[in-house]
């Protein structure tokens, strides 16, 4: 099976599983959240030859497989294992946080960013995607949504996951009150809401482009999935 198919595989396994599927089904399929937080929508939006940025790449899988089809790419991570784990993938991924990218202005056609927005300063990592990407460049971003706190608070059986729920509706709720998260590692979790980001897209010159639909928890969404182009001329 080439690459390619293999990655057409795994949206399609992704899209299976029903956006509308009851919250109660969703806690009760494990492979759920995986599946959904693995979709390669992204792929669509970064042809084959594109320059993507994978911010917070992880052991740099969704950049591996944008390469598997043709693109071109680097990873920047603050994880030293992940970095270990995507250079012996032969993966160009240097050191350096969402806050601070290491590439010119305008020099990618496109950005990834897979579920590290919690973990940086929103604004200043906002700032440093739209910096780095191109007039009509797009980021394609995967967020955590308030559905995935409360089923992680309500539902899961691991204590801990409970507890990492709870420490995302504090912080999220700190955030939206007084501009501020819990201190040092209890810091380390927030949810993101439609509105807040669509605060920080207007503020950096991004405009959302296609919102495609995840499952909800008690009607709320578990994971927020946005394409994204930076303003400017378009191609
Ligand atoms: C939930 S993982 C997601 C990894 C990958 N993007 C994926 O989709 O599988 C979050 C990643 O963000 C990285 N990270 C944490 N703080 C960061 C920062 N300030 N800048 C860039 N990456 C950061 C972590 O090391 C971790 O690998």
Redesign the pocket.
């Given at each position: 099976m080439s690459k390619r198919q293999s990655a057409a595989d795994l949206g399609a396994r992704a899209s299976r599983l029903k956006p509308e599927m009851s919250w109660a089904a969703y806690a009760l399929d494990g492979r759920v959240n995986d599946d959904y937080?693995r979709t390669n929508s992204y792929l669509e939006s970064f042809p084959p030859g594109s320059f993507v940025i994978?911010?917070?790449?992880?052991s740099g899988?969704?950049l591996e497989e944008h390469i598997a089809c043709g693109g071109r790419g680097a990873g920047?991570?603050?994880?030293e294992q992940?970095l270990v784990e995507a250079r012996a993938k032969g993966l160009n991924v240097v050191r350096a946080?969402?806050?601070s990218l290491p590439f010119e202005t305008g020099s990618a056609d496109g950005v990834i960013f897979?579920?590290?927005l919690p973990?940086?300063v929103e604004d200043q990592a906002f700032a440093e995607i739209a910096r780095v990407l191109r007039p009509g460049g797009r980021l394609e971003a995967?967020y955590l949504g308030v559905g995935f706190a409360l089923r992680d608070l309500f539902v899961n059986r691991d204590v801990r996951k409970r507890y990492y729920g709870l420490r995302s509706l504090v912080n999220s709720v700190m955030m939206g009150v007084a501009n501020r998260k819990l201190p040092g590692k209890y810091g380390d979790t927030m949810y993101v809401t439609h509105r807040r980001l669509a605060e920080l897209y207007a503020r950096h010159g991004l405009i959302l482009r296609a919102h495609t639909p995840s499952p909800t928890f008690m009607g709320q969404p578990v994971f927020i999935y946005h394409s994204v182009e930076r303003s400017g001329v378009s191609k």
């Open positions: 937080f994978d911010v917070g790449c992880g899988w969704r920047t991570e603050v994880d992940s946080p969402a806050e897979s579920g590290v973990f940086t995967y």
